[in-house]
């Protein structure tokens, strides 16, 4: 499955009272491995940046002055995304931004990007998995014990490959990103390990004793005792 890991800056919050995407970036992950195959595209966006949108990601207007504007990198980059699962931080919020400078293009050929892609929102799976914590990408990577001493300001290239750490950590902990997707012996390899024999014989099941799950219960019991607090398993 091939999947995007996606994250835009913008000059606010709200597209329809006219802020607009200035840098869109994101990074390829195909197999749970970063392929390198990466898109990064800052945009010029026609309007001037709220200097409290540059405290945030330091992109000023000088710097976007010579930008291309979002109409001469549309299909670029759709023909990027098409057909792949966007993974998005916070994703109803990139996703309208997308789809309201899509809907500005002459014809709005391409309609809606979810038209195209699958959406997978990443806060929607933290918060599902951190119930009432802070789950913002900041506050993922201190609980992950993943390093993003690089992040001073905001960026999209950036934030996408540390959501990518979290992402995988969420999903299954496999954190191997330097590894070349292109390496058939990494996928032979793997794929020998999990081979079984088709003869092999059944699977011996061991039950516990009816005395085996008092003494278990009461082990509980002394734990839950001891900690003030009611275990749930």
Known sequence: MRQIILDTETTGFEPHNGDRIIEIGAVEMFKRRLTNNNYHQYIYPERTVPQDAIDVHGITDEFLQDKPVF?????????????AELIIHNAPFDVGFINHELSLLPGNKWGK???????????KMARKSYPGQRNSLDALCKRLGIDNSNRTLHGALLDSEILADVYLIMTGGQTALTLNAGSQDADTDAE???????????????????AEILLHQKKLEEISKKSGQELVW
């Open 192 to 210: 020998s390990k999990v081979q079984v024999r088709s003869d092999r014989p059944a699977l011996k099941i061991l039950k516990a004793t009816d």
């Open 113 to 123: 990007i979810e038209d195209h892609c699958v959406i997978t929102d990443s806060l």
């Open 71 to 83: 109409a001469k990198v549309a299909d670029a980059f759709m023909e990027y995304v098409a057909g």
